[in-house]
């Protein structure tokens, strides 16, 4: 049993970096009430969290390339483990967003490292055997986040969700010591900081700019500002990188119609499918009055049938062409959120949501297997580490903007199914408030009156919530049936480049090659 040891150090991070994207869902209303925090700040740490991960995990897997893979992951571990532990004891909202934007990147350190630490420690069957270990534990991680949540929540209090990672990181770090062996990249190449300062900047402004959009208006001259920040910083990036002879992202991966549907649908699925998951729980919780264990039992129809899907997807689904799996699963992923948006209405009930979850469920368990596997296949051996870098950065980058962009969405909505006497109810509904504001009128017809209004407005502001995510994970869909063409996709030609040692075999497209 002990050459499972590395496997089992592996998970242990996996699991806990995962879980921690989802454990928070269940917990906002409680951290709303405990820190008295808004709905920004709400968003806010959810969405630090994602941001970071996306904006570090390319460069976190170069630096490991060169100093070492087991040395980055246990540095992410460790900056994990204090950053948990500091947002644990946060008194306040800003710290908290602080230490989970922390959290975020030892995430992205321990992320960028584990299929390289697999495929280092493991040859032949025993590979196999690992990396179909460690994709189960990836499924199972989106599954259990909100149960876990809602458990640590509803028994000991919200910051247990992030002091239970103390423990888990230190047993991660001892069998990492004792069982994996370091590896590195003897050719690898400097890191590209420019490349990463202005992705993380163009990420980082549109988010932003998007998040304050429900009190600014996406008209007023912040919100433009800060988009026209964000393009810039974007622009600037695509400079760098086709200026640069060691690229974070080869851009010229893009070529390849089917690595661009590819990166559509790993950015789309993970706003549409998961995104709206902190706005549903914030209706569970302060409106239906369910308990967050509750909140999470509601929202595991979606993430177990994804598990089940994605697990005998690989059997039933062999052969079938990409352009099936990844455009009919981001085809149900949008029928399923349309399916809620039509059946929830004023006055109803967490069961008018499970039929619609269940095909979202079933569209994510479809899409997802085959995601990566096209992503490798796009491009050329050698870049097939960056395609696989590039779309969890897509995924995780969509999960964060899509958080932001519903927000706004819910945010009008709520607004819109208040009315105008009801305003200035939108900003406690939106963060979880709604309790306490039916607690505090009086008994009789007023209060039935306000709890109609406020079913009505939180129906108003999730139906429009689902109608956007429909749009995307449709959007997505539309995307991948155009682009991707047939059954095996074609490498990426790669575009005409000075011919330099950093771009050659060992450059950083061979450096992460060798990591996946």
Request: a positive charge.
């Amino acid at each position: 049993m002990r050459k499972w040891l590395p496997l089992t150090a592996v998970c242990l991070g996996a699991f806990m970096l995962l879980v921690d994207v989802t454990i928070v869902t269940v917990a906002l209303p409680d951290m709303s009430a405990d820190m008295h925090t808004g709905f920004a700040g709400l968003q806010w740490v959810m969405d630090v969290y994602a941001l970071a991960l996306a904006a570090l995990l390319l460069g976190a897997g170069s630096l490991a390339d060169r100093i070492g893979r087991r040395r980055v992951y246990l540095i992410g571990l460790g900056l994990f483990a204090a950053a948990s532990l500091a947002c644990g004891l946060a008194t306040g909202p800003a710290e908290l967003i602080a230490f989970r934007a922390v959290q975020g990147i030892g995430g992205a350190a321990m992320f960028a490292t584990t299929m390289a630490l697999l495929s280092a420690s493991y040859q032949g069957r025993d590979r196999g055997v690992a990396f179909g270990v460690w994709g189960a534990v990836n499924g199972a991680a989106a599954a259990a986040g909100p149960i876990i949540g809602g458990l640590l929540t509803e028994n000991f209090g919200w910051r247990w969700i992030f002091f239970i990672n103390l423990p888990v990181s230190a047993l991660a770090v001892y069998v990492t010591l004792k069982a994996v062996a370091e590896s590195r990249n003897p050719h690898a190449e400097r890191l590209d900081l420019p490349g990463m300062a202005t992705f993380t900047a163009g990420a980082a402004a549109v988010t932003y700019a998007v998040i304050r959009v429900g009190e600014n208006g996406w008209d007023s001259p912040t919100t433009l500002g800060l988009l026209g920040l964000g393009a810039a910083a974007f622009a600037a990036f695509v400079l760098v990188e086709l200026r640069s002879t060691r690229p974070m992202l080869d851009l010229s991966l893009f070529r390849s119609r089917t690595f661009v549907a590819v990166m559509a649908a790993g950015l789309l699925l993970s706003g549409a499918a998961f995104s709206y998951l902190m706005y549903v729980s914030l209706w569970l919780q302060s409106a239906e009055g369910m308990s967050p264990v509750g909140a999470g039992l509601v929202l595991l129809p979606l993430s177990a049938a994804g598990f089940v899907v994605a697990a005998v997807a690989g059997r039933l689904l062999h052969g079938v062409p990409p352009r099936l799996t990844i455009g009919g699963g981001l085809l149900l992923i949008g029928l399923g959120a349309l399916l809620q948006a039509w059946m929830l209405d004023a006055g109803d009930g967490w069961t008018a949501l499970v039929p619609g979850l269940l095909v979202t469920g079933v569209g994510v368990g479809a899409a997802t297997p085959a995601l990566a596997a096209t992503a490798m296949g796009a491009v050329a051996p050698a870049r097939a580490g960056m395609a696989g870098g590039a779309l969890n950065t897509a995924r995780q980058l969509g999960t964060a903007l899509g958080i932001a962009v519903l927000g706004a969405v819910f945010h009008a909505g709520l607004r819109s199914g208040l009315g105008e006497g009801g305003r200035g109810l939108a900003e406690p509904l939106a963060s979880g408030g709604a309790g306490q504001v039916l607690a505090e009128a009086p008994a009789g017809a007023a209060r039935e009156a306000l709890t109609g209004l406020v079913e009505a407005a939180f129906a108003s502001g999730l139906r429009e919530t689902f109608l956007v995510s429909a749009a995307m994970g449709l959007a997505g869909a539309l995307a991948v049936f155009l682009l991707l063409r047939g059954g095996a996709p074609a490498a990426a030609a790669p575009l005409p480049r000075p011919r330099t040692k950093s771009t050659g075999a060992h450059g950083p497209a061979g450096a992460q090659a060798v990591r996946n």
